[in-house]
């Protein structure tokens, strides 16, 4: 019923930027929010930044200010820009949603992101 695909992971440099972009392939389903997740070695997945379908916003600590979480809901793709990247933003990356009306998840398969120091 959803399908996403990541892309805009990459390899950066400390206090560089990268833009990661998923686009969700949807079909007798409504999206509801849409949020960023990561994952580095040895540690749990942990949310990055979601919105809601109004627009409602929320961030990790560790990257308020830094990151910024946008939707495009005409083509239901969402966007995570990250600005002044540090070495401990490396993780994989990955896209959630969560449909109408129950709350259902699915998940991207991932982008790399690194953080050279």
């Known amino acids: 019923q959803v399908q996403l695909v990541e892309s805009g992971g990459g390899l950066v440099q400390a206090g560089g930027s990268l833009r990661l972009s998923c686009a969700a392939s949807?079909?007798?389903?409504?999206?509801?929010?849409m949020g960023w997740y990561r994952q580095a070695p040895g540690k749990q997945r942990k949310l990055v930044a979601r919105i809601t379908s109004g627009g409602s916003t929320n961030y990790d600590d560790s990257v308020r200010g830094r990151f910024n979480i946008s939707r495009d809901n005409a083509k239901d793709t969402v966007y995570l820009q990250m600005n002044s990247l540090k070495p401990e933003d490396t993780a994989v990356y990955y896209c959630?949603?969560?449909?109408?009306?129950?709350?259902?998840?699915?998940w991207g398969k991932g982008t790399l992101v690194t953080v050279s120091s």
């Open positions: 949807v079909s007798s389903v409504d999206i509801n929010a």
């Open positions: 959630n949603v969560a449909t109408w009306p129950y709350g259902t998840n699915y």
